[in-house]
């Protein structure tokens, strides 16, 4: 950073709701425009340039009911000039630089809703990708009640469209949650998390090249993974939130682009978790400290009833490697100021809701899937899923209903989010190998056995983390649609530099 930030000066936003523009018989209809704008993100800081959805940053928050099916048009309004610099050595063909295409992360959505990422379009539609279809998204959202997220997808340059700013969440609400009398209202509050870097004059920072370029790489060239000095809450720079004595829901989304976090307390207090990725969970889990890559989410209570009048940070420990003058450990502040307004009658519920394990009696399919690192032509490291890049032909083809296993294998020395669309997964197991022994000779000598996910793992989820010299086992059924997705890293700058594959779902009937 070159300036110092003072922390806590400003306090958090809440994400407004959008209103629909008009009801229509096949549900309300939206309009959202993503344009470039200015918005304040610190007190001492100049207005930032930003992308973002009707002209703020997060998105405006979309709060829909389960089986209330809505449309969105999502207007691309932006310059013909990108924000951030772009490479275009890692794109397959010549295609114009601010090119959109949104993605509802978590959703069950027909294929051509989903934001393919070459489904892109520019202003006006003017020119549109291999696989654009339609204008004007349909969500049916079925789903059980979920926090959700929308944000950028646009074919190698997701990461500079999102760290530009656009993204936003997206709420489903179903019956189940209203009966488990939660914090509500004023008191559920969704918290975007991120990282970001910034310039003297207060624009965003994005590195062109990696640090010590060699002089062959390309310029703009890819970095292997951003890190932002800086941590910011919907849209503010480590906020402050006024609380009351009393207990507050969050829905907590780790936006970043490559950074994820070990989120606890100083005051040692604990969260409640009481949902993942896909909704609820069976029963609510304490936890002392949360974990969350890129794209998870936790929806979480927080009780401030015994710590009226104190101050409490919101930490992001970052282990004993870290330098000093690290300041992303500090993620916001909550001041248990208010008085209460009234007595607290919500609760911390012990059993949530039901959750039906996947039968795995008739298991038609086993992938066996590696994450593989290998080098591109210009010596930069290219990190792959099962060997294979974007353009490759698709592998990944389950049938329409199957349910199927995917073992994902890591075999390198960090963890990776990994995501699937159009489907909610449940973690099986993970188990430990010997990564040094695999890398000498490709044998498979497992150091431990199985283990079951965490106890707030026990949930529907979209992205799971696979960790360094692991297989990750997950089981999945394949509806309620048939078409093209695509499942990847969801490490911005993996996904943009084919960490990323087609998933095509077959209707075996009519086969491709
Ligand atoms: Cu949140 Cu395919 O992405
Ligand atoms: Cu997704
Ligand atoms: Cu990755």
């Given at each position: 950073m070159n300036r110092k930030l003072k922390k806590f000066v400003d306090r958090l936003p809440i994400l407004k709701t959008l209103k629909p523009k008009r009801k229509e018989k096949n549900g309300d209809y939206y309009e959202v425009r993503m344009v470039e704008f200015e918005q304040k993100l610190h007190r001492d800081l100049n207005p930032t340039k930003l992308w973002g959805y009707n002209a703020r940053f997060p998105g405006p928050l979309f709060d829909v009911n389960q089986g209330n099916p809505i449309q969105v048009k999502w207007i691309n309004d932006l310059p013909d000039k990108h924000l951030l610099p772009i490479d275009r050595s890692i794109l397959h063909h010549d295609i114009p630089d601010v090119r959109t295409v949104v993605h509802l992360h978590g959703s069950e959505t027909q294929s051509d809703s989903d934001g393919y990422p070459e489904a892109w379009y520019t202003k006006n539609f003017k020119s549109v990708g291999e696989f654009f279809t339609r204008k004007v998204y349909e969500y049916p959202?079925?789903?059980?009640?979920a926090t959700l997220w929308y944000h950028d997808h646009a074919m190698g340059i997701t990461r500079l469209n999102v760290y530009a700013g656009l993204a936003g969440m997206y709420i489903i609400r179903d019956k189940q949650e209203t009966t488990l009398n939660l914090p509500k209202d004023q008191y559920e509050i969704p918290l975007m998390i991120i990282d970001r870097s910034f310039n003297e004059d207060g624009s965003l920072s994005y590195p062109s090249q990696p640090n010590n370029p060699q002089e062959s790489l390309p310029n703009p060239s890819i970095i292997p993974f951003f890190l932002g000095d800086t941590i910011l809450v919907n849209g503010k720079v480590w906020p402050f939130l006024e609380v009351e004595p009393r207990k507050y829901r969050f829905r907590i989304l780790n936006a970043s682009n490559s950074r994820g976090y070990q989120l606890y307390f100083d005051s040692g207090q604990s969260f409640y978790q009481i949902g993942t990725d896909g909704g609820l969970l069976e029963k609510t889990v304490k936890v002392n400290k949360l974990a969350i890559e890129p794209a998870e989410r936790a929806d979480v209570i927080i009780d401030f009833s015994n710590f009226s009048g104190q101050t409490i940070l919101l930490k992001n420990d970052l282990g004993p490697n870290a330098s000093p003058d690290d300041e992303t450990g500090d993620v916001m502040q909550f001041k248990v100021s208010l008085p209460l307004t009234g007595e607290d009658k919500s609760s911390i519920p012990q059993y949530l809701s039901t959750i039906p394990p996947l039968t795995q009696n008739n298991i038609t399919t086993f992938r066996n899937l590696k994450l593989v690192g290998s080098v591109d032509q210009y010596g930069r490291p290219l990190l792959l899923l099962n060997n294979k890049k974007w353009m490759d032909p698709a592998t990944e083809k389950p049938h329409f209903g199957a349910t199927e296993i995917w073992s994902i294998m890591n075999t390198m020395g960090f963890p990776h989010p990994i995501h699937i669309h159009l489907i909610q997964f449940h973690i099986l197991n993970r188990q430990p190998f010997d990564l040094d022994l695999y890398n000498k000779d490709g044998t498979i000598i497992f150091t431990g056995p199985p283990v079951p996910p965490e106890a707030n793992e026990r949930g529907w989820k979209d992205t799971v983390t696979v960790p360094p010299a692991t297989i990750t086992r997950l089981i999945m059924k394949f509806a309620p649609y048939t078409g093209q997705y695509v499942w990847h890293c969801h490490i911005l700058e993996h996904e943009d530099h084919d960490m990323m594959r087609p998933l095509i779902v077959i209707d075996p009937k009519n086969d491709d």
């Open positions: 959202n079925h789903q059980r009640g």
